[in-house]
Structures are given as structure tokens and as C-alpha cells.
């Protein structure tokens, strides 16, 4: 018998609406719970293989750690360590990776490469990040809002600076969770035209910040030059520098906006450490959700044992 497709997550799409929502009340759910004292071990006996082609701190250790308090572990793979980085082709990595193991997650140049490893990966595929997408980060990022403010359906949420994968990502989040995306980036570096035309009805784009943060509800930005693009470093500080996210610009925004940024950010370029470190900042809550969420996101995915221990 051929064993059905499994459920994978590559973009913020593969949610519907209501899994996305019950995903993110899910995520606080279990982060009560371990405040409480009271994780449980569903995982016992999973593995969790994890690909990074690209560097990481919170991705990593949210992926390992929850893992570990789900009772399962995580395995970290390097491209300098195993075979991949010496050429063995993706599918066939996915192939072996996936019979010995419970989920991937993978981290990523081209997004090409994650959707060709979940083409040929008998269990679940989480995206880790890829020069497209980030879906992993906007689970943190809505759990956050609504855990401050409450639902964001309705809300505007205005995205600063480059058009790049957390901006794609939130493209679909304004899609999934029903909110208003204002976009403001340089000319040149606006996001994907197919990707934001797929949200025609939520998202629009401006060179304006100001535009952008008007009445905004949440202000997000990421930094200038992602992964990849460090060579651009310096072109990209001057075609940027009007798309700093200063007090003045907060300022613009409404009164209770909160203001995110997925990390690691560089104060005084994309956004002022007045801002960063100030009352209206919820980074340090959207990086500890990211290990809530994704927990939520692995029990969905896996779908743990029932009680009696028996696997899938
Ligand atoms: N925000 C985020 O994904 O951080 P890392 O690159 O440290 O995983
Ligand atoms: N856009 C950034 C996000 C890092 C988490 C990058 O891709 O490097």
C-alpha cells in the first residue's frame, strides 16, 4: 500500500484559517502549561532531523528544546558535517532522512530546495526559513499579538523595509489570519509581484513608511540585508537608511502599536534601540514563542500517540 502524503510546512498556506488559529491558541496553551509546570512527553521516541545550509540561534534551539520537552530529540545537521555538502542530491537525502526519522525541518538558500525535499520525504517537512519564506517566525508573531492585544483579524500591520522572505511570509499571513498589510520598502526591493498580488484584497505596497504606519496596529521590520547578502551590506545601508524604524516613526503609528522584529536586529539600522528596547517592543516574547508555537506546529503535524502509547 502506498502510506498517505504527509502533512507538511512550507508557507503559512498550508494552514487554513482555523488550523492557523487553533495552532497559535494552542501555542500559549502550552506554554501555561509548562509554566505550570506540567509538559507532558508525547514525543517519547520521536526524532526531529533538523537541515540548516544557513546559521541560526532561535530556529535551532526552539526546534531542539521543544523537541526534548515533548520527550523526542532533535538532530542537528550541517552541510559541512554530512553528505549533502558533498553533493549527495536532495532527494535521495530526503529519502533516507525520512525513513529514520519523524519530521525534518530545514533551513535553506532556495525555497526550490525545501519543496524537493518534501517531494521525496515520507514524513513531515517543516520550513525552517529560505530566501522566501519564513512561516515558523509569523506562528511566533501571531501568537504574540493576540496574546498582548487579542485577536488580529481586522487590524493593520505595517511591514518596513525589504521585500524579503519575513515579508513574503507576512503576505500570507495577512491572507491566513485576516489582517490589513501595509508594505513599505525602497524602490527595487519590493517583495515578489506574484506573492503580493496573491493578496490583492489585504496587502498594499508604498515607498512611504509613514503611509505605511498610519493607524498600524503592529510595526515589523527585518534587517536590510538577510542571509546571503552580505555582500550588498553597504549598498543596501544607503538605499534603506529612510526605512529606519525610529520613535518618530512609532510615533506615526497608533498609540498602542506594538513592534516586532524576528531577530537578530541591528539597532541604529533597521530600527533605533529607543524602539527595540522600549514599552512598546514585544521582541523578546515573539523569540520565546517561536519554541511554543512550534511545538503546537509539531503536534499537529505529528499527531502524538494516542493514550495507550500506540504510534501513528
Ligand atoms: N528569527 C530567526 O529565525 O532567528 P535564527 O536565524 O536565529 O533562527
Ligand atoms: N530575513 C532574514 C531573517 C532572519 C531570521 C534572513 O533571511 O536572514
Redesign the pocket.
Known amino acids: 500500500t502506498t502510506p498517505t502524503a504527509p502533512k507538511h510546512f512550507l508557507t503559512l498556506l498550508d494552514l487554513d484559517a482555523s488550523e492557523a488559529e487553533r495552532l497559535i491558541a494552542r501555542a500559549s496553551e502550552l506554554k501555561q502549561r509548562r509554566q505550570r509546570g506540567e509538559d507532558s512527553r508525547p514525543f517519547a521516541g520521536y526524532s526531529l532531523a533538523m537541515v540548516f545550509e544557513?546559521s541560526s540561534t532561535?530556529?535551532r534551539v526552539s526546534f531542539e528544546a521543544g523537541m526534548a520537552q515533548l520527550g523526542g530529540s532533535a538532530i542537528f545537521l550541517s552541510p559541512r558535517d554530512t553528505q549533502l555538502g558533498r553533493g549527495e542530491p536532495i532527494e535521495d537525502s530526503a529519502r533516507v532522512l525520512s525513513r529514520m526519522v519523524d519530521a525534518v525541518m530545514i533551513r535553506t538558500f532556495e525555497h526550490e530546495t525545501v519543496t524537493r525535499f518534501a517531494a521525496h520525504s515520507r514524513v513531515p517537512v517543516i520550513n525552517g526559513?529560505t530566501?522566501r519564506f519564513?512561516p515558523c517566525?509569523l506562528l511566533a508573531d501571531m501568537q504574540t499579538y493576540r496574546e498582548h492585544r487579542g485577536a488580529i483579524r481586522g487590524r493593520r500591520v505595517a511591514f518596513i523595509g525589504?521585500g524579503?522572505?519575513?515579508c513574503h511570509s507576512y503576505i500570507n499571513a495577512a491572507r491566513v489570519f485576516g489582517f490589513e498589510l501595509r508594505i513599505a520598502c525602497p524602490q527595487g526591493f519590493e517583495p515578489d509581484a506574484e506573492i503580493l498580488a496573491s493578496a490583492p484584497d489585504q496587502c498594499s505596497l508604498t515607498h512611504d513608511p509613514a503611509v505605511a504606519v498610519e493607524q498600524a496596529d503592529l510595526v515589523v521590520t527585518?534587517?536590510w540585508a538577510?542571509?546571503?547578502q552580505e555582500s550588498e551590506e553597504t549598498e543596501r545601508q544607503a538605499r534603506f537608511a529612510a526605512f529606519s524604524v525610529t520613535p518618530a516613526l512609532m510615533a506615526q503609528a497608533r498609540a498602542d502599536a506594538l513592534f516586532m522584529h524576528?531577530?537578530?536586529a541591528h539597532r541604529g539600522e533597521e530600527v533605533s534601540a529607543e524602539v527595540i528596547d522600549g514599552p512598546q517592543s514585544v521582541v523578546w516574547d515573539e523569540a520565546e514563542n517561536r519554541l511554543h508555537a512550534q511545538k503546537a506546529l509539531l503536534e499537529l503535524l505529528l499527531d502524538p500517540p494516542s493514550s495507550d502509547g500506540s504510534r501513528r
Open positions: 544557513k532561535r530556529t526559513l530566501d519564513h517566525q525589504d524579503n522572505n519575513m527585518d534587517v538577510s542571509m546571503g524576528c531577530l537578530p
